[in-house]
C-alpha cells in the first residue's frame, strides 16, 4: 500500500524550531519528487516547500523562505521539513505529498499520495 | 508568482446538477494545471492533472478543460459524496494553489 505517515508536530513557542518527518512506503521513493503543503485551520492550501528526487533542486514559498529547510534521505525513505524561527502565522496542519514526477520545477502533473498531515500550532 | 483566482468562491447545487468551476491563471501556464477535491478532515485528492487528463480511479462524470490562463472543472452530474471543495494548482513553476471553491447542498 502507498502511504505517507508525517510525524512531529506539537506546540511551540514563537521563535523556537520543530522538525517535521514524513516516512514512505509502499513505491519507489528516490524516483519522485516530495513536497510539503500547509492548510491553516479554515483556510485553502498553501504549497510550501518542494525538493526534487536527487535534492538537486529544492523550492520554497516566500513566506517560508530562509526559515524552513527541506531535506530527504532515499536511503530511508523520508522526507524532512526543518522549521526555524516559527510564527504565528505558521500554524497549520503539514501535509507531506508525492509528486507524479521527479522534479519540482515545471512540467508538473500534481500529487498523486498524501499523508494525513502533523499539526503545528505556534503560541506563546 | 503565478496566482490563481476560482470562481465561484462558494457553489450551492442539487444531486443531479451539472457544476463548472473556473480558474485563472495570472499568467500563461500552458496545460500545467490539476484540480483537487478535499473533504472535511481529510487529505486533498488529486481529480485531474495535465488540465485534463482524469486521475486513475476518480470517475468519468469529473473532466477538465483548458489552457493558457483559463481553465474549468466540470462535474457532470453531481453526487452527495462530491459535496466538498475543490483546488486547482499550477505546475508550470513553483506551485500554487487557488483558493478553493466549497460546493454545499442546496
Known amino acids: 500500500e502507498v502511504q505517507l505517515v508525517e510525524s512531529g508536530g506539537g506546540l511551540v513557542q514563537p521563535g523556537r524550531s520543530l522538525r517535521l518527518s514524513c516516512a514512505a512506503s509502499?513505491?519507489?521513493?528516490?524516483?519522485?519528487?516530495m513536497h510539503w503543503v500547509r492548510q491553516a485551520p479554515g483556510k485553502g492550501l498553501e504549497w510550501v516547500s518542494g525538493?526534487?528526487?536527487?535534492?538537486?533542486?529544492?523550492g520554497y514559498a516566500d513566506s517560508v523562505k530562509g526559515r524552513f529547510t527541506i531535506s530527504r534521505d532515499n536511503a530511508k525513505n523520508s522526507l524532512y521539513l526543518q522549521m526555524n524561527s516559527l510564527r504565528a502565522e505558521d500554524t497549520a496542519l503539514y501535509y507531506c505529498?508525492?509528486?507524479?514526477?521527479?522534479?519540482?520545477?515545471?512540467?508538473?502533473?500534481?500529487?498523486?499520495?498524501w499523508g494525513q498531515g502533523t499539526t503545528v500550532s505556534v503560541s506563546s | 508568482d503565478i496566482q490563481l483566482t476560482q470562481s465561484p468562491s462558494f457553489l450551492s447545487a442539487s444531486v443531479g446538477d451539472r457544476v463548472t468551476i473556473t480558474c485563472r491563471a495570472s499568467?500563461?501556464?500552458?496545460?500545467?494545471l490539476a484540480w483537487y477535491q478535499q473533504k472535511p478532515g481529510k487529505a486533498p485528492k488529486l481529480l485531474i492533472y495535465?488540465?485534463?487528463t482524469l486521475q486513475s480511479g476518480v470517475p468519468s462524470r469529473f473532466s477538465g478543460s483548458g489552457s493558457g490562463t483559463e481553465f474549468t472543472l466540470t462535474i457532470s452530474s453531481l453526487q452527495p459524496e462530491d459535496f466538498a471543495t475543490y483546488y486547482c494548482?499550477?505546475?508550470?513553476?513553483?506551485?500554487?494553489f487557488g483558493q478553493g471553491t466549497k460546493v454545499e447542498i442546496k
Open positions: 505529498a508525492k509528486d507524479m514526477v521527479a522534479t519540482i520545477l515545471g512540467a508538473g502533473r500534481g500529487m498523486d499520495v
Open positions: 509502499g513505491f519507489t521513493f528516490d524516483d519522485y519528487a
Open positions: 525538493i526534487s528526487w536527487n535534492s538537486g533542486s529544492i
Open positions: 499568467q500563461g501556464i500552458s496545460s500545467y
Open positions: 495535465a488540465a485534463s
Open positions: 494548482q499550477q505546475l508550470n513553476s513553483y506551485p500554487t
